[in-house]
């Protein structure tokens, strides 16, 4: 072991390098999570209460659920890039100041408007916009933060576990805790307890001191140009081409999948909010257990070999569901197991491609990458939610549900193909290019 000489002549050990010291050390980074874990909490309120305030509170058909969905993931498709040129222009944390402040404004209206009568669905279906462009404009940055707070690329993965693992257990405990709160107070008024969860992640925003380096100004910008650097950097390299490429079917996947679950648990299965919470509550105890496990399995097994099992994972559990039948308890617990294998494999591939994707980008560019992924993972979610919808009305949600299982399993044969699941150790990592428009 290293040691040092102290002035009194005595010997200790070296201080271990900052690299080499857990994040359970860095305060900052540690105020920022648990912020982002009290809004990810409230955030599953959300997630449930506005499709239910739909089909409770309206008695919306399965168009109309579909339609809420694609706009609350849309932004992401005609936003994220945009978003991404900006966020690579200014300092992160007062843009995530900017879009908790609004979020927490129009969660907020949902209750208040419904308390006086005033919420129209369409009244909605703009407040689930708004809060999805601003969601946009959130993750976009925060992902782009936390290298900031975190500093050390060796601490990438620990990092994204500790935020997967904070996802997954907001995903184990919300929805039970929404269903309850849904059940207890009706959709629109369980919406509080989000607002007060940003106002939380405002407070452990503004607590954070590390300072935050100035982006480097080129001498000209141009939104154009900079926007198809940040496409470029994505398709031209190796490791993040394949990824964005199976970004979209993911997610178009999950969100169909989730879309009609929650119509045909409710409408033919006859479940209540409640039990809905439940089955979810209970399903994303495989996210919880995929994220708790990330680190260690990507020690002992090839990157490649961990995400390609996990997204197959995704792929292939939807087809539980339509094969549901016979007593309640049987349903339910087929709902479950569909669901909770699904989610460990979300857990799991979500830690492997964040990490691959901080590694094999540079700072500079690091919003553009984020913003381009964004836009093709919630972009396929947005189209999900439209496309479930359409099938929903056109045929029984158990048939419309078969075809989206059906589908979904066979993206396994373009990612046993894909170059990334042959990746044997994560990447190392890059240095930051000259800033595109400088002499």
Not at 56 to 76: D, E, S
Not at 306 to 311: I, P, S
């Amino acid at each position: 072991m290293t040691v040092v000489d102290h002035p009194d002549g005595t010997v200790a050990p070296e201080p271990p390098a900052a690299s080499d010291r857990s994040l359970w050390h860095n305060q900052d980074f540690l105020k920022f999570w648990s912020g982002e874990a009290l809004s990810l909490f409230g955030s599953q309120i959300t997630n449930l209460a506005l499709p239910l305030t739909a089909v409770i509170y309206f008695n919306a058909t399965a168009q109309q659920v579909g339609l809420l969905r694609f706009l609350q993931w849309a932004p992401y498709l005609f936003l994220a890039m945009l978003f991404g040129v900006w966020v690579d222009r200014y300092r992160r944390k007062p843009i995530m100041l900017l879009a908790n402040s609004v979020r927490l404004v129009a969660i907020a209206m949902v209750p208040l408007l419904a308390f006086y009568d005033l919420l129209p669905i369409g009244g909605l279906m703009v407040i689930a916009c708004v809060v999805g462009i601003f969601s946009v404009l959130f993750e976009v940055s925060w992902l782009s933060f936390v290298p900031t707070l975190v500093k050390h690329p060796t601490r990438f993965v620990e990092a994204n576990q500790k935020m997967g693992v904070t996802q997954s257990t907001a995903d184990v405990a919300g929805p039970g805790a929404a269903g309850v709160l849904i059940g207890w107070l009706g959709p629109p008024t369980a919406l509080v307890v989000d607002a007060l969860s940003y106002l939380a992640s405002l407070a452990m925003l503004l607590w954070i001191r590390t300072p935050e380096p100035a982006p480097p100004r080129a001498a000209q910008r141009h939104v154009g140009r900079e926007l198809l650097e940040g496409v470029r950097w994505v398709f031209g390299h190796r490791l993040l081409r394949p990824l964005a490429l199976l970004a979209p079917f993911t997610n178009f996947s999950l969100t169909c999948v989730s879309t009609l679950f929650l119509l045909y648990a409710v409408r033919d299965k006859g479940l209540n909010a409640a039990t809905v919470g439940l089955i979810l509550s209970v399903s994303a105890v495989g996210a919880l257990v995929g994220a708790l496990v990330s680190r260690a399995i990507i020690r002992r097994f090839p990157v490649g070999l961990v995400y390609g099992v996990a997204l197959a994972a995704i792929y292939t559990t939807p087809l539980l569901i339509p094969l549901a039948d016979g007593p309640r308890p049987v349903v339910v617990g087929l709902f479950m197991l569909s669901l909770l294998l699904g989610y460990l494999g979300s857990g799991l591939s979500n830690v492997v491609q964040l990490t691959i994707r901080q590694t094999s980008t540079p700072t500079a560019l690091m919003g553009r990458m984020n913003a381009a992924f964004r836009t093709l993972l919630f972009g396929g979610a947005a189209l999900g939610g439209l496309v479930a919808g359409l099938i929903g009305g056109a045929m029984s949600l158990r048939a419309a549900l078969t075809v989206v299982a059906v589908g979904s399993a066979a993206m396994v044969v373009p990612l046993a193909l894909s170059s990334v699941v042959r990746l044997r150790t994560m990447p190392e990592p890059v240095g930051d290019p000259a800033p595109a428009g400088t002499d």
